[in-house]
């Protein structure tokens, strides 16, 4: 990992986690003369590779940055692992702007399900396995009829948690097409190039808003289990840390749906937790009700306005979804103008830019300097792994000045 000590703790669909690493964690950070702990908790990935990957990115600056930080600071490392997904063609936290990869994202949109995305969700969803075939089946087939539109939607109700979603009981044909809308707001292609036929090429458009539908419920389903994870397995891991380790300070780090277990952690736990630093978190300003007082430092989150999955295509889910509340996500919008949370950009929290970090409460960080690569339709979203925020957990959590 390029961190030393580091630990992995994987939790399952129930929230349990691995015994053997979550004593390995404990015990260790007890017994390693740790002072910091800093627990990253990943978005949505395919598998646990992937989430390394996101880790060991992120933590490379580390070692750097803390030869400027506190002299008495000894600083532990843990990565958590839970079941998620992540569509194949969204990018990884490595990208680099390439037109093949943005090719083979719109391609992607276009073709339907590719194998190893199907493959991931019939994983993380295997008592639906029928009604996930079949949707897919008729993703790559497109038919123009409206009656296979209708069975692609009854198929989605089986599928998704709540049949009774505003995003399946409303007119087929328009929610199509709003998601289609949303997807090429992003700049991503909804039809190919060389379509012909103003209406065949309307159906096939509608086809690509359906796949969109999906998306969205896997990820509906997906950030309800985070929200399980969070509130009974990091909960319970964080209050056995504090029985155990007492002097030894937990800095919490969550990004996207990894905010969402992350804050429900923190609610649900009897120990506070010494910081949290949210990075393109996908939940809005109601979910950190009842967490800031269960922070002794602050509670920081970070956004950017290049983030095209939480901007675009976040609030359309959640409006479509029949949600109540403001749709706006923070790792998009920052925190509400009407909230008491301190602003800064993330160039006014370099050491250059001399201003004191506060010590506790809201601190809503514009990123948008360094999080702006990616491609449609996600955009920016996992574009993460910088130096710049690696600094930011240290100062939320008073190890770095």
């Known amino acids: 990992m390029g961190v030393d000590p580091y630990w992995t703790v994987t939790f399952d669909a129930e929230g349990s986690a691995d015994p053997?690493?979550?004593?390995?964690?404990?015990?260790?950070?007890?017994?390693?003369?740790?002072?910091?702990?800093?627990?990253?908790?990943?978005?949505?990935?395919?598998?646990?590779?992937?989430?390394?990957?996101?880790?060991?990115?992120?933590?490379?600056?580390?070692?750097?940055?803390?030869?400027?930080?506190?002299?008495?600071?000894?600083?532990?490392?843990?990565?958590?692992?839970?079941?998620?997904?992540?569509?194949?063609?969204?990018?990884?936290?490595?990208?680099?702007?390439?037109?093949?990869?943005?090719?083979?994202?719109?391609?992607?949109?276009?073709?339907g399900l590719d194998k190893d995305t199907?493959?991931?969700?019939?994983?993380?969803?295997?008592?639906?396995?029928?009604?996930?075939?079949?949707?897919?089946a008729l993703l790559r087939e497109r038919p123009a009829s409206s009656g296979r539109l209708t069975?692609?939607?009854?198929?989605?109700?089986?599928?998704?948690?709540?049949?009774?979603?505003?995003?399946?009981?409303?007119?087929?044909?328009?929610?199509?097409?709003?998601?289609?809308?949303?997807?090429?707001?992003?700049?991503a292609e909804t039809v190919p190039i060389a379509r012909e036929g103003a209406s065949d090429a309307a159906s096939f458009?509608?086809?690509?808003?359906?796949?969109?539908?999906?998306?969205?419920?896997?990820?509906?389903?997906?950030?309800?289990?985070?929200?399980?994870?969070?509130?009974i397995g990091l909960a319970e891991l964080l209050d056995q840390l504090a029985d155990v380790a007492p002097r030894v300070r937990v800095?919490?780090?969550?990004?996207?749906?990894?905010?969402?277990?992350?804050?429900?952690?923190?609610?649900?736990?009897?120990?506070?937790?010494?910081?949290?630093?949210?990075?393109?978190?996908?939940?809005?300003?109601?979910?950190?009700?009842?967490?800031?007082?269960?922070?002794?430092?602050?509670?920081?989150?970070?956004?950017?306005?290049?983030?095209d999955g939480l901007g675009t295509l976040y609030p359309l889910a959640w409006r479509t979804s029949g949600s109540t509340g403001s749709p706006a996500a923070v790792g998009y919008h920052g925190l509400p103008a009407g909230s008491d949370a301190v602003r800064r950009t993330l160039a006014e929290t370099s050491p250059s830019a001399g201003r004191d970090f506060p010590e506790s409460g809201l601190v809503s960080v514009d990123v948008s300097g360094v999080v702006r690569r990616g491609y449609p339709p996600m955009g920016a979203h996992m574009d993460i792994c910088h130096a710049g925020l690696a600094r930011l957990v240290l100062l939320a959590g008073r190890i770095a000045h």
């Not at 933590?59 to 400027?68: K, V």
């Not at 808003?209 to 419920?217: I, P």
Request: proline share 3%.
């Open 118 to 136: 199907l493959d991931g969700l019939l994983d993380l969803f295997p008592s639906r396995s029928k009604e996930l075939r079949r949707m897919a």
């Open 151 to 187: 069975e692609f939607f009854e198929l989605a109700r089986r599928f998704a948690p709540d049949a009774r979603l505003a995003i399946l009981t409303g007119d087929v044909e328009r929610i199509c097409e709003e998601f289609a809308a949303a997807l090429e707001s992003t700049g």
């Open 205 to 231: 458009r509608r086809w690509s808003g359906a796949r969109e539908v999906l998306r969205q419920l896997a990820y509906y389903r997906i950030c309800r289990q985070a929200d399980l994870i969070g509130e």
């Open 251 to 307: 800095h919490l780090l969550g990004h996207g749906f990894g905010a969402r277990l992350t804050l429900s952690g923190v609610r649900a736990a009897g120990a506070f937790a010494a910081s949290v630093t949210l990075l393109q978190g996908a939940v809005t300003s109601d979910a950190l009700r009842g967490t800031r007082q269960r922070v002794n430092g602050p509670l920081v989150v970070c956004h950017s306005r290049y983030d």
């Open 20 to 111: 053997e690493q979550r004593d390995r964690l404990i015990l260790g950070a007890a017994g390693a003369g740790i002072t910091d702990l800093i627990v990253f908790a990943h978005g949505w990935n395919n598998d646990l590779a992937t989430a390394v990957r996101v880790y060991r990115r992120f933590f490379t600056p580390f070692p750097a940055l803390l030869e400027r930080g506190r002299r008495d600071a000894v600083v532990g490392y843990a990565g958590v692992y839970w079941p998620s997904l992540r569509f194949t063609e969204e990018p990884l936290v490595d990208y680099r702007p390439s037109m093949l990869a943005e090719q083979a994202a719109n391609l992607a949109v276009q073709r």
